[in-house]
């Protein structure tokens, strides 16, 4: 008999470990769910994780009114379909204010309505844990983060002294008013997450897939102009493409990519052959080196 | 220009067959060890590189004075960069062919040890680096002691900088000479030794022509090859309960991740620490049921009889589990406040924590010479012998017979800081011990796991051993 197992059944195992350790050691764990493909794939192993019982705390979404609204549509019939309790939580105030990410440049924007909204979003909902679903092959300063990331009161991450974190032992003990982020996927690679959903069949946003659109051009990204912001400029016009999303943010900083692949297997295909990696149509994360990790120590996910 | 999806021939490439080629891949985790400054984190990234495992954007963000620095690939704090050297553990992907690979770059300095020792826990290769132009330091043993200590099966030795040295055997040879019988009394005889330059890439992936004088393998070639048979499977079934999963009154199972071994319904299992016996009547799963599992899947198991178990208890098979709250361990101290006798601790153990006192530190091992000190404490970045007492029983194998159970860390009550990575030797008799016990017990931890009793040859240095470990009972008596 052979006790192999693949590599995706080795994540999966770990993920759901770490996802079990959490409900039963915390007091108010949430989940982030962020309607992309990693949260997706969250989702199924938090499914996973309490089958046969209901996954036994709510999600958190931090909304930017800057999200595509097919992402917004594909939350809420998610969250209806796991039978789990959907929290939105967003900075209001900065949106009343006008914030976008042109008035205010992405980093001051992403702070606002990003990092300020989820901050927000935790202390009123008193949660002492909070998953997430970055994994640290998204970008270098990821690789850095621990599984159980702690953050101080003001959620804070200090990356020159983590705690040590040995084998699958997790330290979960924090005072009031601090908390754990936790990221069950740390481990997965952008190719995982794909293959995982094409071998359990996850459900994801369409615009994941390529399809015909009306986009706009623009220096190296090409935008897809949903909203009045991203409206073309009297010198810019609109053109016809296939494009699909390889990672989904807000409308105005997250590019598309020309792609065919309207399919899984094209997409993993697509991923095979891909040369930058998947943030490279972020705006947010080339601000200026290690802006990642700024935004991070700030207290962002 | 915008963005473009790289450019694949749709036509040509048969994804199927693709995600069954990756299916059948296993997984190996690797760590890296060494001095500050050995070349880590450049082989890292001259890995990566050269087996395509960084994306051109980063490889981009890499480039330093028009060439690139490997370093900088796992190097992603700003403080790393500014500094040039490696704080944190860095954990980096890539797959080959061959086999799927996680990695984790660790720091050479010594004051980031708490971070090798995170890297190296659940890797079961190491690759510890020595440099050629500078030898061997206080700091590769000490690496070279934890990655045996964590139990890791194989060790690569890179003998890295070849390029500084000429490519010089004579200085490959030597290094070889000196290291070697090192990692024996740590009870690691297969280590394999490789002369590489992580800078220019020599035997990295390919082996190079300036060394024609080697006839081994690449480093890569070896962490294609080298065998990672699950040996948690062969170990007796042990899990612990992470939680109960009720959602009705019908259904009453509990969850948790295989430690060791393998499960099949009807088995027989016994629950601590009530010591109730059952069977195991279903093992259930989002997917189905499954006839059979295996470590490490994680599961949910319902039971024939009801029987009262609940998270932080331990469902096994086969020969029990010891049961003791006293134990006798090997701790690697993190933290930079010194163990503590007087202080509270927890320890968390398996799915439970529980609070714990370290009752006595039988002794402390020196990283050069392996041998065993008398001392009350353990500072920073030290590894030692203690005898620990939790508040309830735990349960548990010898760290070097079943990781899973055999492992802990210790949490100061105050601070909240992981003070210390465990390895437990086995229970600790409470009470007064006879001195012939101690002494065997002693002279067993003072031997590193898999040597012989390898005393110092020069007969004082024996009897200095001898009469360290004598020095240590006679404390404690
Ligand atoms: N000539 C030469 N220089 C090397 C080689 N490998 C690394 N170096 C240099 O050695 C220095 C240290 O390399 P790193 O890779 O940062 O060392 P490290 O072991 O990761 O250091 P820490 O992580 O801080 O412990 C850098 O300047 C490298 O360019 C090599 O094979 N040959
Ligand atoms: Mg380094």
Redesign the pocket.
């Known amino acids: 008999m052979a006790w192999d197992i693949s590599h995706l059944q080795a994540l999966e195992a770990e993920s759901l470990h770490i996802i079990r350790e959490v409900a039963s050691e915390f007091q108010r764990p949430v989940m982030l769910y962020s309607i992309g493909k990693d949260s997706s794939v969250m989702l199924r192993l938090a499914q996973k994780a309490f089958y046969p019982g209901p996954i036994p705390f709510p999600l958190l979404h931090v909304d930017t009114s800057y999200k595509f609204k097919e992402m917004i549509e594909f939350r809420d019939k998610m969250a209806a379909s796991v039978g789990a309790r959907l929290i939105v939580s967003s900075n209001q105030k900065a949106l009343d204010e006008g914030a976008n990410p042109f008035r205010l440049g992405t980093e001051r924007c992403c702070g606002l309505l990003k990092t300020q909204a989820l901050l927000d979003g935790l202390r009123a909902g008193n949660y002492d844990a909070a998953f997430g679903g970055a994994r640290r092959d998204e970008e270098k300063s990821r690789a850095k983060e621990r599984v159980y990331s702690f953050r101080d009161t003001l959620g804070q991450w200090d990356p020159k002294n983590q705690r040590p974190e040995l084998w699958n032992i997790y330290n979960s003990r924090i005072e009031p008013g601090e908390s754990i982020r936790v990221f069950p996927l740390s481990n997965w690679t952008e190719m995982d997450v794909w293959q995982y959903i094409h071998h359990e069949d996850i459900p994801i946003v369409p615009m994941y897939f390529a399809q015909e659109r009306e986009v706009l051009v623009r220096g190296n990204s090409i935008i897809i102009p949903e909203l009045a912001i991203t409206q073309p400029r009297p010198d810019e016009k609109l053109q016809r493409m296939k494009v699909r999303m390889r990672s989904l943010g807000c409308s105005p900083c997250t590019g598309a990519i020309r792609s065919e692949a309207d399919t899984l297997p094209k997409i993993i295909a697509e991923l095979v052959a891909a040369k930058n990696s998947e943030r490279e149509n972020r705006v947010i994360d080339h601000d200026r080196e290690g802006s990642m990790e700024l935004k991070k120590r700030e207290g962002y996910f | 220009m915008p963005a473009v999806a790289g450019v694949v021939d749709l036509t040509r490439f048969d994804v199927e067959e693709f995600l069954r080629g990756e299916e059948s891949k296993d997984l190996l985790r690797f760590t890296t060890a060494?001095?500050?400054?050995?070349?880590?984190?450049?082989?890292i990234g001259r890995l990566l590189h050269d087996a395509k495992g960084a994306y051109e954007d980063q490889l981009k963000q890499a480039i330093r004075g028009g060439e690139i620095?490997?370093?900088l690939l796992t190097?992603g704090l700003r403080a790393e960069r500014e500094q040039?050297?490696?704080i944190d553990v860095a954990y980096r992907y890539f797959s080959t062919p061959k086999r799927k690979f996680i990695l984790a770059?660790t720091?050479?300095?010594e004051q980031y040890t708490r971070n090798m020792a995170t890297g190296a826990s659940t890797a079961e290769l190491a690759i510890i680096?020595l440099d050629a132009s500078r030898g061997i330091t206080t700091q590769s043993m000490r690496h070279a002691y934890i990655a045996s200590l964590l139990g890791i099966p194989h060790i690569i030795v890179a003998v890295?900088?070849?390029?500084?040295v000429n490519y010089d055997q004579e200085i490959f040879q030597r290094l070889r000479a000196e290291f070697a019988p090192f990692l024996t009394r740590l009870g690691v005889n297969n280590a394999y030794f490789v002369p590489?330059?992580?800078?220019?890439g020599d035997n990295v992936v390919d082996l190079s022509k300036n060394m024609p004088w080697f006839d081994g393998h690449s480093v890569l070639h070896q962490l294609e090859t080298v065998n990672t048979k699950l040996a948690t499977v062969e170990a007796p079934f042990r899990m612990a309960v992470q939680r109960v999963v009720r959602p009705d009154m019908t259904f009453r199972g509990y969850a948790g991740q295989i430690l060791s071994g393998v499960i099949r319904p009807g088995d027989e299992v016994l629950a601590q620490p009530s010591g109730r016996r059952s069977r195991v009547e279903r093992i259930v799963t989002y997917d189905g049921d499954l006839k059979v599992a295996h470590a490490p899947l994680s599961i949910t198991l319902t039971l024939a009889d009801e029987i009262d178990i609940s998270r932080g208890d331990m469902i096994s098979a086969g020969p029990e589990p010891a049961s003791s709250r006293s134990i006798e361990a090997t701790m690697v101290w993190f933290n930079a406040q010194p163990l503590d006798p007087a202080r509270h601790y927890l320890v968390k153990h398996a799915s439970q924590m529980a609070p714990a006192r370290v009752e006595a530190v039988e002794y402390r091992i020196d990283v050069n010479t392996l041998h065993a000190e008398p001392v009350t404490s353990l500072a920073m970045n030290e590894v030692g012998v203690v005898r620990l007492t939790a508040a309830r029983p735990l349960f548990f194998d010898p760290y070097r017979e079943n990781r899973g159970t055999g492992a802990f860390i210790l949490i100061d009550r105050q601070t909240n800081a992981t003070a210390a990575a465990g390895m437990i030797v086995a229970a600790a008799e409470t009470g007064l011990e006879s001195a012939a016990d101690r002494l065997a017990r002693l002279v067993r931890a003072v031997v590193p796991q898999g040597a012989h009793l390898n005393l110092p040859d020069e007969d004082e240095e024996a009897v200095a051993v001898v009469r360290d470990a004598l020095k240590g009972i006679l404390r404690h008596a």
Do not use: Q, R
């Not at chain 2, 500050?36 to 450049?42: A, E, L, M, Q, R």
């Not at chain 2, 890295?160 to 500084?164: H, T």
């Open positions: 060494g001095s500050v400054d050995d070349g880590k984190s450049t082989l620095d490997f370093s190097d040039g050297i490696t770059d720091p050479g300095h680096l890295n900088k070849m390029d500084l590489i330059s992580a800078l220019k």
